[in-house]
T-cell receptor, first 114, second 111 residues
Framework: ETGVTQTPRHLVMGMTNKKSLKCEQH?????MYWYKQSAKKPLELMFV???????ENNSVPSRFSPECPNSSHLFLHLHTLQPEDSALYLC?????????????FGPGTRLTVT | QKEVEQNSGPLSVPEGAIASLNCTYS??????FFWYRQYSGKSPELIMS????GDKEDGRFTAQLNKASQYVSLLIRDSQPSDSATYLC???????????FGGGTRLMVKP
């Protein structure tokens, strides 16, 4: 256990559904991240929150909407997704807020869009 | 050119041998480098970090950094079947606010 939890662990949703992924870190870190991991592709950074403010969103489609209400919680709101959005979504956290110090990952949410 | 490059493998080594995993990066001013291990179906786990040229040892793992050649490697001594996983190299960008991952090298340690 890394101290980063994610729920749900598995999610199947239709293209017209709205769902949210949740991440919580118990490490006292001040930065949190969303990554997407697709088969045979490198980990892709989606969003960075440092001190609860979005720092980098890396040109992610608007059907993905992040929310960071405090330094321990991070959400990824999903709506009108496409089948190509099926992937493992990973949350990570770090201290320092500089986006790159040691990042610790949660177990991920395996998302399938039908 | 990819920012962080790794041979996808699989790299196959016999049990007890040294596994050598390599990574090159394009941003010359990168300062921090990490190795993550990812088992199939699991999330990445940080195993090594290195910030200065030279070697850094931690148990059976040794990270090596050569900034002049923009090259970082991971050596695993006395490889075990439980080391079989994908190893991800990650580099902090010039601005220091993004971690860029390579595609990973799949390591297979055969008994």
């Amino acid at each position: 256990e890394t101290g980063v939890t994610q729920t749900p662990r598995h999610l199947v949703m239709g293209m017209t559904n709205k769902k949210s992924l949740k991440c919580e870190q118990h490490l006292g870190h001040n930065a949190m991240y969303w990554y997407k991991q697709s088969a045979k592709k490198p980990l892709e950074l989606m969003f960075v929150y440092s001190l609860e403010e979005r720092v980098e969103n890396n040109s992610v489609p608007s059907r993905f909407s992040p929310e960071c209400p405090n330094s321990s919680h991070l959400f990824l709101h999903l709506h009108t997704l496409q089948p190509e959005d099926s992937a493992l979504y990973l949350c990570a956290s770090s201290q320092d807020g500089q986006g790159g110090r040691k990042q610790y990952f949660g177990p991920g949410t395996r998302l399938t869009v039908t | 050119q990819k920012e962080v490059e790794q041979n996808s493998g699989p790299l196959s080594v016999p049990e007890g041998a040294i596994a050598s995993l390599n990574c090159t990066y394009s941003d010359r001013v990168s300062q921090s480098f990490f190795w993550y291990r990812q088992y199939s179906g699991k999330s990445p786990e940080l195993i090594m970090s290195i910030y200065s040229n030279g070697d850094k040892e931690d148990g059976r793992f040794t990270a090596q950094l050569n900034k002049a050649s923009q090259y970082v490697s991971l050596l695993i001594r006395d490889s075990q079947p439980s080391d079989s996983a994908t190893y991800l190299c990650a580099v902090i960008n010039n601005a220091g606010n993004m971690l860029t991952f390579g595609g990973g090298t799949r390591l297979m340690v055969k008994p």
